[in-house]
């Protein structure tokens, strides 16, 4: 995937379509959202911002993305469990994880055709689809008999 940075009027006017004041730490975070698809955690969001924001703290970071997913800005990801992943992408779409190197990709899926006739009794907020396995990379490097195709 080519990742072009969002430029910085794109993420103003993503704010404030939202109605949300285009501060620096929202912006900054917002950036970091959209930069390579890499669908972060605050962890990984604090760890590239603090150089830059010395003053930053994780739980500012949170409120900010907070913020994000309360107006649909922003969703969440929780593929692996452990912490909580936010992602830009609002199309319905896949995710991939990579068993070892932990590597998230998307994925187009017609999530609205998946069948679950067997909940037609519940009522559904939210379809995830996961998938783990091996990424490309990955393939090369930890399987070496793996069979070519
Ligand atoms: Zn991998
Ligand atoms: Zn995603």
Redesign the pocket.
């Known amino acids: 995937m080519v990742h072009v940075p969002a430029p910085i009027a794109f993420l103003k006017n993503e704010l404030s379509s939202k109605c949300l004041r285009p501060t620096y730490l929202r912006l900054r975070v917002l950036e970091s959202l959209h930069q390579g698809g890499t669908h972060p955690t605050v962890d990984e969001i604090y760890r590239v911002l603090l150089p830059e924001i010395p003053s930053l703290s994780k739980a500012t970071i949170y409120n900010s993305l907070n913020t994000f997913v309360e107006v649909g800005l922003v969703r969440t990801v929780g593929i692996d469990g452990s912490q909580m992943r936010y992602d830009i992408t609002l199309a319905d779409h896949g995710h991939f994880q ?6 998230i990709a998307n994925f187009a899926i017609d999530i609205e055709r998946l069948l679950i006739d067997e909940l037609g009794p519940f009522e559904i907020h939210e379809k995830n689809v996961y998938v783990k396995g ?6 090369l490097t ?1 399987s070496p008999d793996h069979k070519k195709e």
Do not use: F
């Open positions: 990579c068993e070892a190197c932990g590597t091996l990424c490309p990379n990955c393939r930890t």
